[in-house]
């Protein structure tokens, strides 16, 4: 789900841009600090908000140098967030290796994370873009709320589903409507990037939606070339939509004592009880009820892309907000 290769490769000199001020700003004269760097940047990920970020420059003008830099800035302030969160989780692997966490020790994935933001608003101030800093600000308060309430949330074992979409909305959707808003208006078009904003708005919520509700049911539904480990989130106590959908089906009332029973005895490291909570989810369909609530936000994501100028950029963003 969601390969950009494709996208790398159409956006050309654009994407050029971008990695080089990506790896301009992470230069330093401490080789402890620039070997981490380049253990991080050697398993770059997917980069899906940077191409998002320029897919919609693209859409609404030309982008110029500040198009490259709001690019940079969203791919270094996910990475920065996933750099506390994996010290949060006490994550083993990260993008199919160690995780920074593990390779080089809980404080310097922190302080490495703190890092990465400070040099993330170092660029936004150099290619003048302080007019896009309310969105980076408001951006960096959801991340922290969603993984607060979540954290919050597998100690209580009480989550709701209004509150795991709020959890899907800070965590995930926040950064794609940072990404593609920052980069719509970066361009030197004004007036159609105000025109396209409520629109930017709406595709990004829907494909930050359904990006997070496919990575919750992968944790259930494992692929043999994914580099996420399966169970991963039940293990950590963190209720998502496959098991919510199956409270909804099977009653919640009666049911969650039991679950919240078993994720503690996972909690514990009592196997048997994964075994009966992955039975349950199959018993009560809770995988078809995340899929609906899935194909839910994609068909949401592309009748809003519709809305776009017709042009290869949107098609891009209907091809991955489809996959």
């Not at 001020?21 to 050697?42: C, G, M, P, R």
């Not at 995780?99 to 993330?120: E, T």
């Not at 692929?223 to 919640?252: E, F, M, R």
């Not at 490291?269 to 995340?290: H, N, P, W």
Request: proline letters at 3%; one cysteine or more; a negative charge.
């Amino acid at each position: 789900m969601y390969d950009t290769t494709w996208i790398k490769q159409s956006l050309g000199s654009d994407w050029k841009a971008f990695e080089d001020i990506l790896k301009t700003a992470l230069d330093s004269s401490y080789s402890f600090l620039s070997s981490i760097d380049t253990y991080i940047l050697n398993k770059p990920g997917k980069q899906l908000r940077p191409a998002l970020a320029l897919c919609s420059a693209r859409i609404c003008g030309t982008p110029v140098p500040l198009s490259h830099a709001v690019a940079a800035v969203a791919e270094m302030i996910h990475t920065a967030s996933l750099l506390h969160d994996d010290v949060a989780d006490n994550a083993e692997m990260r993008r199919g290796v160690l995780s920074v966490q593990k390779q080089f020790g809980a404080r310097a994935s922190v302080l490495l994370g703190d890092y990465w933001f400070g040099r993330a608003f170092k660029i936004l101030l150099q290619y003048e873009g302080m007019h896009l800093l309310p969105l980076y600000v408001n951006v960096i308060d959801s991340l922290s709320e969603g993984e607060i309430l979540q954290m919050e949330k597998a100690r209580t074992l009480d989550l709701t589903l209004n509150e795991y979409y709020t959890i899907c909305e800070n965590k995930t959707a926040s950064l794609f409507r940072t990404s593609m808003l920052s980069g719509a208006l970066s361009v030197p078009q004004k007036e159609i990037s105000s025109v396209y904003r409520p629109v930017f708005e709406k595709v990004a919520f829907h494909m930050g939606m359904a990006f997070q509700i496919h990575d919750d049911m992968t944790d259930y539904r494992p692929v043999v070339d994914s580099k996420k480990q399966a169970y991963l989130d039940i293990t950590d106590s963190k209720i998502t939509l496959p098991l919510l959908g199956a409270l909804a089906n099977a009653g919640d009332v009666r049911y969650r004592p039991h679950i919240v029973e078993w994720v503690r005895e996972l909690g514990q490291g009592d196997q048997t009880a994964l075994d009966r909570i992955v039975s349950f989810i199959d018993k009560y369909e809770g995988m078809e009820y995340a899929a609906r609530v899935l194909d839910y936000h994609i068909l949401q994501a592309q009748d809003q892309l519709s809305r776009l100028p017709d042009s290869q950029w949107r098609d891009y963003l209907l091809k991955i907000s489809g996959m």
